[in-house]
């Protein structure tokens, strides 16, 4: 711009010797920021980069003798630089700075995990446009005329560069203002001290006056350098204390077989990046309907409150579409004018803000809602790990099915037991019964519901360590056969504790015996599933025969359960299976 106003040679030469002061410290300046960036402490580039000060610092020398452009030329309606005998030194600095710089963030995006990744892509490109417009420059300045390609390229460099320092945050702005204005302001009360001082001590001989000075320079220097030390201290103290930014822990999804895993992994996400609300919506095949199966930010009431319809909103658009929803706007997209409203009700269901479908060989097995979060970058995030999410939800219900198949075995296993006490006898399979009864009254959500089959059938299975003589025993059990028989729940639990069952499932078996007044097998535990499991199986307890007295009848055994509600059983689970029973 300035050499557009300059009137004479002299003084477009003059400007220009000025504006390439500046110009020789960018290649250094660009690699130092390049290096800080993706946090590069090789000695060796370190060393590569105080070669390139020092020859920045030559070149500034050089430039005084006019050595590096050494005339201008009047072209085009304005002067333009020509190449001095030195000038390729600079373009050698150039070269070695930009060519440098894009081959670190090369090596560095190999291994970039996902959020710093799309960064780097960006300062990737914007170095390539950075050499392009040296090049171009570098052209232009040896007589080839390219204008306005090189004022064109420069200025996308200089936006871009911008825009990726305010979308990414690479520099904290509010606190690099603050810093700024309190080092401003201290520096200028303590220069204007010194130099008071030195204006009173300037009367005296020359060599005082000098030393005096020089002294003062010292001691201003190394006053100004604490002071600012102290100020970074506590106006960088948030950046010091977060130490590395979470956005730059890296993401990954195992390819687990467990559900438990895949959950804990889940939990690691929305907490990485900040996630209010995190929701997985899978399908059931069998029965084509949504249920909500996992989710961060929702209490258990609400978890069991939130109904998706099948044939409106966000779960036939999802269906048919198979593409990431982003709430914003929604209702303003024409293509929404009929469907936008049940869908934004959907994501205000699910307190979330985007949606992504998860889809394996061409069919949708579920979906994945995200919530208020602090990153711009969420979704490009839930992109990269949407398949390692998909092959572990397949591997997750693989896995499902098999343990399915190891439960049936177990299944058969308890009936062998049970056949050996005629009291006994198809306890399991009732007690499985009431207790998926109580949790669907309670509301429960399908994948709970499973939670509690799998503890019911399971619930017994510590009977397996108790001596078939006090199984089989026909009369009341002694106090010492007592202690045995109540060790079934804690054998249960070692059992259960090989297999990769969640806690909710194996406490729900350790905790069966549970009561309200603490005064069951393990006093002071308990879960929901075992205060199901506890009332389910009293209930059939109450209405089989037993050695020592003749079952109940149902009425009977329906006014034990209340008589003992709060004080043995959840009354919440009492009043629920009394009125599936009543149904």
């Known amino acids: 711009m300035i050499l557009h106003f300059s009137d ?54 050089i430039n005084i003798s006019g050595e590096i452009i050494d005339h201008v030329s009047y072209e085009q309606s304005f002067y333009q630089p020509r190449a001095g005998s030195f000038y390729y030194l600079y373009s050698i600095l150039f070269g070695f700075c930009f060519v440098g710089s894009l081959y670190l963030l090369w090596k560095r995006l190999r291994i970039a995990v996902v959020q710093e990744k799309r960064r780097l892509q960006w300062m990737f490109g914007i170095t390539c446009v950075g050499i392009v417009s040296g090049i171009i420059d570098s052209l232009s300045v040896y007589g080839i005329p ?75 220097y190394l006053l100004t350098n604490g002071i600012q030390r102290i100020i970074e201290s506590h106006t960088f103290r948030d950046i010091i204390e977060r130490g590395d930014s979470p956005d730059m822990i890296e993401i990954k999804i195992p390819a687990t077989f467990a559900w438990k895993t895949l959950l804990d992994s889940m939990q690691t996400v929305a907490t ?129 099915t098999k343990i399915q198949f190891v439960l049936s075995i177990v299944e058969a296993l308890i009936v062998n037991i049970e056949a050996k006490d005629k009291y006994m006898a198809g306890h399991v399979e009732r007690v499985t019964r009431y207790a998926v009864a109580i949790a669907r009254r309670l509301g429960f959500t399908p994948t709970e519901i499973e939670s509690v089959r799998m503890a019911a059938i399971l619930h017994d299975i510590g009977r397996y360590g108790i001596t078939d003589a006090i199984l089989q025993k026909s009369g009341r059990l002694s106090m010492e056969e007592f202690e045995i028989i109540k060790k079934h729940t804690t054998i249960g639990k070692d059992i259960l504790s090989g297999v990769d069952l969640s806690d909710e499932i194996i406490n729900g078996v350790f905790l069966h015996h549970e009561r309200r007044d603490g005064q069951g097998y393990h006093p002071g535990q308990t879960n929901k599933i075992a205060e199901i499991i506890c009332v389910a199986s009293s209930y059939d307890a109450l209405i089989s025969d037993r050695p020592y007295r003749k079952a109940m009848t149902g009425e009977e055994s329906i006014m034990e359960l209340e008589r003992n509600s709060g004080t043995m059983y959840n009354p919440d689970v009492v009043d629920a299976f009394i009125g599936w029973l009543r149904g």
């Open 272 to 400: 990485v990046m900040k996630l209010q609300n995190l929701t997985i919506i899978l399908t059931c095949s069998e029965m084509d309907e949504y249920y909500l199966d996992f989710s961060i930010g929702f209490t258990q009431e609400e978890k069991r409150k939130i109904k998706l319809k099948e044939n409106k909103g966000i779960i036939p658009w999802m269906r048919s579409e198979k593409k990431v929803l982003v709430r914003e706007g929604l209702r303003l997209n024409p293509k929404f004018e009929y469907t936008g409203e049940a869908i934004e009700n959907d994501f205000e269901l699910l307190k979330a803000t985007m949606s992504l479908p998860l889809i394996n060989k061409d069919k949708m097995i579920g979906i994945l809602f995200i919530g208020e979060n602090e990153n711009d970058y969420a979704v490009d995030v839930f992109d990269e790990i949407r398949s390692d999410l998909i092959i572990a939800i397949e591997n997750t219900l693989a896995y499902g």
């Open 146 to 220: 390219l204008y306005p390609l090189g004022h064109i390229s420069l200025s996308v460099f200089s936006l871009f560069i911008a825009i990726v320092v305010i979308k990414y945050k690479l520099i904290e702005f509010e606190i690099y203002i603050k810093r700024q204005h309190i080092l401003s302001l201290t520096n200028g009360i303590i220069a204007g001290i010194f130099l008071i001082l030195i204006y009173l001590f300037c009367h005296q001989s020359w060599l005082a006056t000098m030393i005096w000075v020089c002294l003062a320079g010292i001691i201003f």
């Open 8 to 61: 004479t040679d002299t003084a477009a030469m003059l400007w220009i010797q000025v504006f390439f002061v500046g110009c020789l410290f960018i290649p250094s300046f660009y690699l130092q920021f390049i290096c800080a960036l993706i946090q590069n402490h090789d000695k060796l580039w370190n060393v590569f980069k105080y070669l390139m000060y020092i020859l920045s610092g030559v070149l500034l020398i």
